[in-house]
Structures are given as C-alpha cells and as structure tokens.
C-alpha cells in the first residue's frame, strides 16, 4: 500500500469526466488499497480514483462513525486527560457507481473536500437517492442511502462527472472560496 498525491484545484485534471471500469483485476484491489491509505492518512471520509489522479469511476468512503457500542478510550493531551467514543472502520468501496431516484427533499450541508483544502460551503443536495454500484469483483448491489452517506457519495460522484462541490456556488462565492485556497496556500 502506498499513500498517494492528491490533486488540488484548480489541477486541470479534477476535471475530467472518468471512465467506466471495465477490468476487475488486481490493480483495481492495489488502487483502493491506496485509496483508503491515502484518505485515512489525509483525516478524509470519501475519495474518488480522480483526485489521486486516476480517471476511473471508482469511490471509496469510511464515515468513520463513533461506535456507541465500544469502551470509551482515554487518552492525554497537553497534561488534561480526556476519554472519547472509539471510531467504527466501515470502508466501503463504490465501483461504476450511478445515482438512481434521487429524492426531491434537500438538505444543506456544510461540505469540504480533501482537494480544496481549508474551504468549507453550505450544499443543497437530495437528502436520499438509491445507488447502484458494482463490488471489486464486478458483482452488483442498490442500496437507499440518506445522511451523511447520501450527502457523501453525491459528492463523491461529482468527482467522477468532475464536478467540485464549490462548483455549486454561485460565480461569486466559488471566486471567493477560490481565493481563500490561494491564500491558504500562499501562507503554508
Ligand atoms: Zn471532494
């Protein structure tokens, strides 16, 4: 497993529309091996295959929800001892994904995206939609989704249209959104 680069805006190449997947083999399995190493490592909970710069439609996400179930874990910083809900791992991967019935209710969320580093916006999107995917080894599957795993894969799957989620914004707020990024940057 290897960490990738991730592409940042405005790389000509977040917007490419990816292609289908067509070979089920072991570069795929390598690919989202990277994938989740990559977006764990970035503290992310969705990657498409385009922002390590490969123009497939393929997905992976881990909501990394707290699990409610698990022992609180304690642990120290700066000298004050604190205890926190352990995190579920729950990677799901996303091959030749397509939204299906999305719903007419909206919902807004405060997004961001690990290629638009320090820039967050409220999006309106469907609060549910089906989707239907294919597995790693081609075997397909349809599940309704709501939440943040609705919210998550249609961001996702902008991506795979190259689409970014401040391409949403009116022209005003994505310039200003685009100049905090050159800001942000120039100051790292
Ligand atoms: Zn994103």
């Known amino acids: 497993m290897a960490i990738r680069e991730i592409l940042?805006?405005?790389?000509?190449?977040?917007?490419?529309?990816?292609?289908?997947?067509?070979?089920?083999?072991?570069?795929?399995?390598?690919?989202?091996?990277?994938?989740?190493?990559?977006?764990?490592?970035?503290?992310?909970?969705?990657?498409?295959?385009?922002?390590?710069?490969?123009?497939?439609?393929?997905?992976?996400?881990?909501?990394?929800?707290?699990?409610?179930?698990?022992?609180?874990e304690e642990c120290e910083h700066d000298g004050t001892k604190h205890t926190h809900q352990p995190v579920k791992k729950d990677p799901r991967v996303f091959v030749n994904p397509e939204i299906l019935d999305p719903s007419t209710d909206k919902g807004i969320y405060q997004e961001g995206c690990l290629s638009v580093p320090d820039v967050y916006a409220d999006i309106e999107r469907p609060s549910r939609c089906r989707v239907r995917w294919q597995d790693l080894d081609g075997k397909q599957h349809e599940e309704d989704m709501s939440g943040m795993l609705a919210i998550c894969i249609q961001h996702e799957m902008d991506h795979l249209n190259g689409i970014l989620f401040i391409d949403h914004l009116s022209r005003l707020k994505r310039g200003m959104a685009l100049k905090k990024l050159q800001k942000a940057r120039q100051a790292a």
Do not use: H, N
């Not at 940042?8 to 089920?24: C, M, N, Q, T, Y």
């Not at 989740?36 to 490592?41: I, K, L, N, Q």
């Not at 390590?52 to 393929?58: D, H, S, T, Y």
């Open 8 to 72: 940042e805006a405005p790389d000509p190449r977040l917007k490419i529309v990816s292609s289908p997947v067509e070979k089920f083999d072991e570069g795929l399995k390598t690919l989202v091996d990277d994938m989740f190493e990559t977006m764990y490592d970035a503290y992310g909970i969705g990657l498409a295959a385009i922002q390590v710069g490969e123009p497939i439609r393929l997905l992976v996400i881990d909501l990394q929800e707290e699990d409610p179930d698990a022992e609180p």
